[in-house]
């Protein structure tokens, strides 16, 4: 494994987005920021994602080394098919791989220039690259597995707005400085 301590990501879609300006408590309570990463097909062939690939067979073959009679089916992967999810929800599609990140600290979050972005700047369904903490072996609560820290992200494009609704410049017409004098309500309630 390289002695560099991050892991640069290809492109990827980005969901989960409010989780990253605001921690949230995992399941033992403690406060941790987080988002999700979506690889496609075409991210997914990159030499980013071999490297994530071979960080994390390098930390799950090290452990399973000083584990006896490890059996492989009862970790936890990181790496997750999104074809189940696809159906359900936005966001995911046939074929891609998804790594769920966290961290307990607030990651810096910046655009293309380097410029730092906001909540609806940086949003669910804007497509980002992260830097990832090399992969980890955690067991919690009864669950065993492998998992990435979350570094940072930078925006690299726009992408549809997942989640929230509609815009509301989609919803409203715009009206006039003129309102109503409520005589329409008046005649509804007689």
Do not use: H
């Amino acid at each position: 494994m390289s002695d560099k301590k991050r892991i640069l990501t290809p492109k990827a879609r980005l969901l989960w987005a409010a989780d990253l300006f605001t921690a949230k408590p995992n399941d033992s309570g403690k406060l941790m920021f987080s988002c999700t990463l979506v690889f496609d097909k075409e991210a997914q062939a990159t030499p980013e994602f071999r490297a994530l690939l071979e960080a994390y067979k390098e930390v799950r073959d090290e452990t399973f080394k000083k584990t006896k009679n490890a059996d492989p089916a009862d970790y936890r992967n990181p790496f997750q098919k999104a074809d189940k999810k696809a159906a359900k929800y936005s966001g995911y599609e046939e074929g891609a791989i998804y790594l769920n990140v966290k961290t307990k600290f607030k990651p810096q979050v910046i655009g293309r220039r380097k410029e730092d972005l906001t909540e609806e700047e940086c949003y669910s369904g804007c497509y980002v690259r992260a830097t990832l903490e090399k992969p980890y072996y955690y067991e919690n609560k009864g669950n065993k597995g492998f998992s990435f820290g979350l570094g940072n992200v930078q925006k690299i494009a726009d992408g549809e707005r997942l989640g929230g609704g509609a815009s509301a410049d989609d919803e409203f017409d715009a009206v006039d400085s003129g309102g109503s004098s409520g005589d329409d309500l008046d005649d509804l309630l007689a």
